[in-house]
Structure formats: structure tokens, C-alpha cells
């Protein structure tokens, strides 16, 4: 299957997934908003969790759940990305945010609610045996807590009321967190859940992840709102420091070839079997939203 093929078909697996980890919850508005702030976006994530799961011979619906954990934790991150204390942003893939369709505290909950269930969709049996499952919950937790994307957030906020503009390895070392700690878990549990060496595609995802996020630098200033579902021209409004702002627009774009070069030099020991993996990375620097 062609990646485009196959990333909107692990996209609606994974939805599919969430929908019934949501399925029989009391009518309240926080399970509304759960099920709000999981609808819709690429699921690039969820996709990497399962094409790294199907490459090493890891069927999916042995890894389904640790794509739908991911992508769970993934729309809390953003849920609490938009509200006011934080990026303060009303739109969220073309549609209101969930501070703002519902109110502040109801997309705290609804945050809080979207993390705690993804570490329960990591006990699943399905998953493998007790230390498959532990180290999937350990890797989880720590890319996405206080040494990964929390990290990386937190960073991102104190350098709003620094003293100075952070520098490209200041601003490196926040994404790798903000971004890339998710994207590097992701792609790594597959080796977790085949038992297979993870270095490969820990680099592999090393490298996407600051790629993704350069891209993302680059669709702020080059973007339309009605094409990436969010605000752009946010952060050169309030004067962050960005990898556009500082190696410019042509110096971002080919820094973030370059680190998908990387990306693929690291796949080499997949061989073909790594096909879609490189074919997503290409997609990282060509995509609009």
C-alpha cells in the first residue's frame, strides 16, 4: 500500500480504536470534548507506531492500541497547547479549540482525561507480555513528561519572557522535546513491541522530529490558516526566536532536507521493507498543514 494509502487507513484504524476506548461514557461535557479533541488531524504518530510495528513483522491489530495511546496523548498535549495560560490559539484543525467550544477548566479535565487514557490503552494484552507493556508505558512517560514534550513546553513558554532571543542549540534542544520526544517513542515502539534493536529508528525519528518542527517554522510564515486549520504568523507577531528567524527561510528549508537525507540514511538496514517510513519523511517537508 502507497504511504498516502496507507497513513489514511491507519488513521481511521486508529479513530476507530479511540472510538470504542471512548464508547460507554457517562453524557458529560468533558466526554464530549475527549472525543472532540480526538477527531480529525494526520495521525503521523499513530502511523509511525504502526508502519514501524508492520516493518519488523508486528501485525497491527497486535499494535493498534499503542497507536490510538499515542495519538490520545498527543491530542491532550494540544488540548493544553491552546489554552490562554499557554499558546492561547482558537483554532485547532480548522475548527474551535476546546477551551474555547467549551471552557477552560472542561478542556483541562478533558486534557488530564486524554493522558490518563493512554497509559490505560498501554495495558492492553493484546500488546504482548508484561515487560512489552512496561516498557511501552516507561518509554510513553518519558517522552512525554518531564524530560520530553512537558520539558520541551515548558521551555518554549519561559523563552516568551527571556531576555534575549533563544539560539539555534537553545531552540534545537526545545523541540527535541516538544516535539520530538513523542515522534521518537512512536517510532521506537515498534522495536519494543517486535523485541528488535531500536537505535535505527531512534535515529530515523531523530531526525524527522526536527524536520517536522522546522516545517512547521516554515508554515508560520509561509502558510494559509485555511490549509494548516490553525493560526500562522504567530510567533514572528510576538518575536520568537524560530529556525526561520534564525537561518531564514531558505536556510530552514534546507536544513530540514537535510535532516530527512539523515532520516533515510537510517532506515538503510530495512532495505525496501522501509519504503512508506521514507516515503513519510519526504511528506514531512512537502505537507501544507
Known amino acids: 500500500m502507497s504511504f498516502p494509502a496507507q497513513l489514511a487507513a491507519d488513521a481511521a484504524a486508529v479513530q476507530s480504536r479511540l472510538d470504542v476506548a471512548l464508547s ?6 468533558v466526554i464530549h470534548a475527549m472525543r472532540y479533541a480526538v477527531q480529525g488531524g494526520k495521525r503521523l504518530r499513530g502511523f509511525l507506531v504502526l508502519e514501524s510495528a ?3 513483522g508486528v501485525a497491527q491489530e497486535r499494535a493498534i492500541s499503542a497507536a490510538a495511546a499515542v495519538e490520545a496523548l498527543h491530542a491532550y498535549s494540544l488540548v493544553h497547547d491552546d489554552m490562554p495560560c499557554m499558546d492561547n490559539d482558537a483554532l485547532r484543525r480548522g475548527l474551535p479549540t476546546v477551551h474555547v467550544k467549551w471552557d477552560e477548566a472542561t478542556a483541562v479535565l478533558a486534557g488530564d482525561a486524554l493522558q490518563t487514557l493512554a497509559f490505560e490503552l498501554l495495558t492492553d494484552p493484546a500488546l504482548g507480555t508484561g515487560e512489552t507493556r512496561i516498557a511501552l508505558v516507561a518509554g ?8 520530553g514534550m512537558v520539558l520541551g513546553q515548558a521551555l518554549d513558554i519561559a523563552a516568551e519572557t527571556a531576555d534575549r532571543p533563544l539560539d539555534l542549540q537553545e531552540i534545537t534542544a526545545l523541540q527535541a522535546g516538544k516535539t520530538g520526544a513523542l515522534i521518537r517513542f512512536s517510532a521506537e515502539a515498534g522495536a519494543i513491541l517486535a523485541g528488535a534493536d531500536p537505535a535505527p529508528l ?3 525519528a ?11 517554522d516554515v508554515l508560520d510564515v509561509t502558510g494559509d490558516a485555511a490549509l494548516t486549520g490553525k493560526a500562522v504568523g504567530k510567533d514572528a507577531a510576538a518575536g520568537k526566536a524560530t529556525f ?11 536544513r530540514a532536507t537535510s ?3 539523515e ?5 538503510v538496514p530495512y532495505g525496501p521493507a522501509a519504503r512508506n517510513l521514507i516515503d513519510c519523511a519526504r511528506f514531512v517537508i512537502a505537507r501544507q498543514s
Request: hydrophobic residues 55%; without cysteine.
Open 24 to 29: 460507554g461514557f457517562s453524557d458529560q461535557p
Open 54 to 56: 508492520r516493518m519488523l
Open 140 to 147: 510513553l512517560a518519558r517522552a512525554s513528561g518531564a524530560e
Open 202 to 204: 531512534r535515529a530515523y
Open 206 to 216: 531523530g531526525a524527522l522530529g526536527l524536520a517536522f518542527q522546522i516545517w512547521d
Open 244 to 254: 526561520v528567524s534564525l537561518l531564514g527561510l531558505d536556510g530552514a528549508r534546507a
Open 259 to 261: 535532516l530527512i537525507a
Open 263 to 267: 532520516a533515510e540514511a537510517a532506515l
